[in-house]
């Protein structure tokens, strides 16, 4: 099953409930609609080289887990590049791989491609832990995925951390540079 908004009714929670919360909790956001796009390469081709086209900090999303079973919700710039062997001890874990298509609906609620700092609103029991570039949190602009690759969100990387706390999700910060 794909991750559009053609699914969203399979959601546990829609993009429009978390367009809800986002304007109830006073966080300002810009929405795009576009194509499903599922990696970052997808979203680079989308956007090609028009000048001026969403300025910011676009971000990835990776969803992993540990030997532990622990879950951990990595974001970063689109094109850092992360080695999961270092970011294990960085975090105070070992074997981090790539969590499966099954357990990221279990614990996020989304479908691969529409992973982002928004699906924690579906982490009531805070299972995943969040771990955030520090070089985000400063972004004027950072764009996500609002549940679903057809949708992506404009906002400041402070409303970011607003949004992160709502969801009772403290972010670990860590430089990658």
Known sequence: MDASSAFKDSLPTSPETLLDKLTSVDISFTTHTHPPLRTVEDAKAFRGDLPGDLPGAHIKNLYLRDRKKRNFLVVVPEDRQIDLKSLGGQIGSDRL???SADRLFEMLGVRPGAVSPFTLINDPDHKVQLILDADLVGQSCLYAHPLV????LGLSGAD??????YTGHQPQLLSFA
Do not use: Q, V
């Open 97 to 99: 791989s790539f969590g």
């Open 149 to 152: 690759n057809d949708m992506t």
């Open 160 to 165: 970011l951390l607003r949004f992160t706390a």
